[in-house]
């Protein structure tokens, strides 16, 4: 077992079943918006999968399409006035295609998100023991003073230090890390099988974000969650997560295990992040900054979207769109030269 | 390379506490701050304006509830002896008039007292009606979008470009005036104040962070209207609504000074100035006095208004609720 394998066995503390099933399926998922400047594609025919207790990372700058994806999923973005197409299989269910009604039953109860920034996802105006007790109460009917005791119980599983007494704080009493605390412990209230955190931990300071990933994992090992997180920080996802997609501008442009993710990385741009990372062993070497700006959504280049940034572009790329390709079992990019850069990093 | 690169990532237990430190006593529970009862009191007593406000508003509270037993004098009873006594004045027979009487020798503090039961009521309730209309529908327009937002706000536009007070006239001729019919009609007009404030709130609530997350947990709209939007605009809201009582105790004035109001003999501070108006040469404190009650009163509110939307907002509220450290002197 090398490095790797080890560091993140010890994190995760278990190994992830890969013949399972999935237990959520997302098929050639698009999203599109109609905007001033012309309808822009938010989200490109996205195809990915998440098994029971397995960690997914999305990783992907501003604007890559991995928020607006996850908030269709939750029906957060609904049909007007978005354009929606594809399927988001739930136990072999699309969830895209149910009623109102029968969705809003799986928000909480067996899918819950908690978002970036924690303290405007909180209502100002009540008090934390109201808001994470209010689950209890809409959905198990629980009494006032159960649904309290309940959310005690939740605060100190996320570790927030004398709940009781903070159960009449607002959420302005509380640091950013607290406010984060709060809100996980709102999404496990219904005990979800998939926990989907959308940039977790990218408000917080280093220490905090320590923190907060610690406990994300430790509560999806203690009631084998599922966990999407969504990230641009390459650092988390390669201590957390089992498998990675990177999206670009609305595209995948490669999904693979950490350990292939790392080792062979077959798309420019996933090649281009990981130059673009600071190592501990090479001192005084400049870091690879990826050339140009990411485009924006009305204006994406012809073929390839990555081809203005990219160091192997050919004529090629401008004229054909390339397609998600297989390159081994989990492993898969979007590139016209996949291939031949998975066999150069292999060689490195 | 990735052995190198995860080198960094790896956790590292002698440097960083893998666990949260769960540092009880960090938060003590016996100093946990408790906002009570007496710290609102004593932000009050340091605000001398508002604490003259509040203890007038009160008083015109008391003798409003209580007119019937605190008010020395029916306040229909007429005496024509003693018509046009001036304030602080002796009637022969030894009954003392503080604000002395009017044209018919009726004791105008007993009139007072009774048109602040009428007055303030009308204003208080006309208030309350339309602000439950006006802000169920603002809230539900904000909320939904779509077709009845733009039925709700045209229609509120619509009342709006109406000359609102040729509307009440208008209405109050047809079906006549009185207590109900005046609280019936300021319903009718005043909703749409409330409306465009409630959708303008919930217009800027509904797509931050946390009724998103509401959605998420799988909130039902109507739960989320009542529970995480109404609960974020309570304090423009009853600022408004303290407004709202104000201007409608003044309508009421207004429309009971025109005669399309409360009907006579029932006092109410509009009529009295409306009697009160052909004399007001000779005595001048018929018109004076129920002017400045509606004056005082609508001031009183306002006052009060502003000093509750400070001390409601649970994020600037310590501001207002810290005493104040007395300036040092020889710093000035």
């Known amino acids: 077992m090398n490095a790797m394998t080890e560091a993140r066995t010890r994190v995760t503390g278990d190994r992830v079943d890969v013949s399972a099933a999935p237990i959520m399926s997302v098929e050639g998922l698009s999203v599109g918006f109609d905007t001033p400047h012309g309808p822009v594609q938010a989200v490109d025919n996205v195809s990915w999968s998440i098994r029971k207790g397995e960690t997914l990372g999305i990783i992907g700058e501003s604007g890559s399409g991995k928020s607006v994806g996850l908030e269709t999923i939750m029906g957060l973005i609904t049909s007007p006035p978005a354009r929606i197409s594809g399927q988001v299989l739930l136990d072999g269910q699309d969830i ?5 009604r029968q969705r809003r039953q799986l928000r909480g109860d067996r899918m819950a998100m908690i978002f970036q920034d924690a303290l405007a996802a909180l209502n100002p105006s009540l008090t934390i023991g109201t808001q994470i007790s209010e689950v209890y109460r809409i959905r198990r009917g629980a009494s006032r003073q159960a649904a309290l005791d309940k959310a005690v119980e939740l605060m100190d ?68 969650m599922s966990l999407i997180l969504v ?5 988390v ?22 350990r292939d993710l790392f080792r062979t990385p077959s798309h420019p741009y996933t090649r281009a992040l990981l130059q673009a990372m600071p190592r501990v062993d090479a001192r005084l070497e400049r870091l690879q900054a990826i050339p140009g700006t990411p485009p924006t959504l009305s204006h994406i280049p012809s073929g390839c979207a990555f081809r203005p940034r990219c160091t192997f572009a050919q004529p090629r790329c401008a004229e054909e769109k390339p397609e998600l390709r297989m390159l081994a079992a989990e492993h898969s990019a979007a590139c016209h030269f996949a291939e031949a850069i998975r066999e150069e990093t292999s060689h490195d | ?168 006239l208008f209405v109050l001729f047809i079906i006549g005036g009185g207590y109900f019919n005046l609280v019936l009609v300021f319903t009718f007009l005043q909703w749409t104040v409330f409306c465009r404030m409630a959708r303008s709130l919930t217009l800027n609530l509904r797509d ?64 009295m100035i409306a009697s009160g108006r052909d004399h007001i040469n000779t005595a001048w404190w018929l018109v004076t006095l129920p002017g400045l009650a509606i004056f005082l009163t609508a001031l009183a509110l306002n006052l009060l208004a502003g000093w509750c939307r400070a001390v409601s907002d649970p994020v600037h509220s310590s501001r207002w609720l810290t005493p104040k450290r007395k300036q040092n002197k020889q710093e000035g």
Request: charged fraction near 20%; proline fraction near 5%; aromatic fraction near 6%.
């Open chain 1, 157 to 224: 599983q996320v570790k927030i230090p004398s709940a009781r007494s903070r159960l009449k704080a607002y959420p302005h009493e509380f640091s950013g890390g607290m406010c984060q605390r709060v809100m996980i412990a709102m999404a496990l209230a219904m005990d979800p099988e998939i926990l989907i955190a959308d940039e977790p931990t990218t408000a917080l300071d280093v220490t905090v974000q320590r923190q907060i990933m610690d406990l994300l994992q430790e509560v999806r090992r203690e009631r084998g």
């Open chain 1, 237 to 258: 996802v390669a201590e957390c997560a089992d498998r990675a997609v990177v999206m670009y501008s609305g595209r995948m442009a490669e999904t693979a295990t950490m």
């Open chain 2, 1 to 168: 390379m990735t052995q190198k690169l995860l080198a960094k990532t790896e956790p590292d237990p002698s440097v960083v506490p893998t666990q949260n430190a769960n540092v009880e006593g960090l938060y003590d529970e016996e100093r946990a701050p408790k906002l009570t009862w007496k710290i609102y009191l004593r932000a009050l007593f340091s605000d001398r304006v508002t604490l003259i406000a509040a203890l007038f508003l009160i008083i015109m509270a008391v003798s409003a509830l209580g007119a019937q037993f605190l008010a020395p004098f029916d306040p229909n009873q007429i005496d024509i002896m003693n018509r046009f006594m001036p304030p602080l004045s002796m009637t022969d027979a030894g009954q003392f008039h503080l604000l002395g009487t009017d044209q018919l020798g009726r004791d105008v503090l007993s009139r007072l007292m009774h048109g602040a039961q009428v007055s303030i009521s009308i204003g208080f309730l006309g208030a309350i009606c339309s602000g439950l209309l006006g802000i169920t529908l603002g809230i539900i327009a904000g909320y939904k979008r779509g077709l009845f937002e733009d039925i709700v706000m045209r229609l509120v536009d619509g009342m709006q470009s109406l000359p609102s007070l040729l509307i009440a």
């Open chain 2, 208 to 271: 931050s962070n946390f009724i998103s997350a509401a959605r998420v947990l799988g909130c039902t709209d109507a739960r989320i209207m009542l529970r995480h939007i109404l609960p974020n605009m309570v304090a423009p809201l009853m600022v408004l609504f303290t407004l709202e009582v104000a201007i409608l105790i003044l309508s009421e004035a207004s429309l009971s000074f025109l005669g399309f109001g409360v009907q006579p003999p029932n006092a109410s501070w509009g009529r």
């Open chain 1, 96 to 100: 895209l295609s149910m009623p109102q």
């Open chain 1, 231 to 235: 990230t641009h920080d390459l650092g």
